[in-house]
């Protein structure tokens, strides 16, 4: 497949409503951007939630109410986040499983984020994966630094493939205290994919504030896909605040388009993926 999977992920755990009103944050605003940014071009949705405060929350209630209210209204796929925020425990975050979404996050290791600690210990990844078999869902392995590789390496070789059988990783990449967001970082990535995983597995990037541009194009060069959003950021250029999510779809869409390598529907998604139920 030539095409560009681009994944939206239109709120996060870490941006203030109250700085950037057009973050979406209730279950109203994140139907409405979800609509917009599948009509941009994008086919998975990267959901974090928050509460009656806008804080973030992985309510069990609000969870399965997201993921009905997305499949009701979109043909999106939707992809639970299962780190929550930082300060979630591990109990919280392995029962967003519960609410049988399509795909969920899998981050493959601990790493330092701007002040605080995201906790990923090695016998919570472990589990995360053997329940994500268990549910057929498809896990999108989330990786904030290079030796998440190895470590993704040791977990299929110990644990077996995903459901499905495909392996799909997402560079995040930026994050103060993590691997930097730039064109050669997103090169050692490409080529640790080549190196330490399945053939066939493919990747996507997310570059973190003034790291999109550089990183949407390189992992374009790459031959990778796209993850982009007010998650990651909430300037579309300088002085420039993003308007909605559906503007920055609209801009890997056409980044996509200019490489030759357009935007793919849902439906080649979820093949691409090994969805339970893809055509």
């Known amino acids: 497949m030539t095409g560009t999977l681009i994944t939206v992920a239109p709120t996060g755990a870490e941006v203030d409503k109250a700085e950037v009103p ?20 994008a086919s998975i949705i990267h959901v974090h939630l928050r509460d009656d405060e806008a804080k973030p929350t ?9 993921v009905a209210a997305l499949r009701d209204t979109t043909d999106l796929i939707v992809q639970l986040s299962t780190g929550g925020s930082v300060r979630d425990g591990e109990a919280a975050r392995l029962a967003v499983l519960d609410a049988e979404p399509d795909m969920a996050s899998c981050t493959m290791g601990t790493v330092n984020f701007g002040d605080d600690v995201f906790m990923n210990r090695w016998e919570f ?3 995360l994966h053997e329940r994500m078999q ?9 990786l904030f630094d290079l030796g998440h590789l190895a470590a993704l390496e040791r977990l299929l070789d110990k644990e077996g493939l995903p459901f499905g059988g495909h392996v799909h990783v997402d560079f995040v990449l930026g994050v103060p205290g993590g691997a930097a967001g730039d064109a050669s970082t997103v090169t050692a990535f490409a080529e640790g994919v080549r190196r330490y995983l ?3 597995t493919t990747f996507s990037a997310t570059g973190i504030g003034r790291a999109t541009l550089p990183v949407m194009f390189a992992s374009l060069a790459h031959g990778g896909h796209l993850r982009v959003g007010m998650e990651d950021t909430v300037s579309f250029a300088r002085r420039q605040p993003v308007t909605g999510n559906d503007q920055l779809v609209e801009r890997a869409a056409a980044a996509a388009a200019l490489a030759q390598r357009p935007a793919i529907t849902t439906a080649e998604a979820r093949k691409l993926l090994r969805m339970r139920d893809a055509d």
């Open 22 to 41: 057009a973050l979406p944050v209730t279950l109203d605003e994140l139907v409405d951007a979800a609509k917009r940014c599948e009509q941009a071009g």
């Open 58 to 66: 992985l309510d069990p209630v609000r969870l399965r109410d997201a």
């Open 125 to 127: 990844i472990v589990g």
């Open 134 to 142: 268990d549910k057929a869902v498809v896990p999108e392995y989330e």
């Open 198 to 200: 399945p053939e066939g």
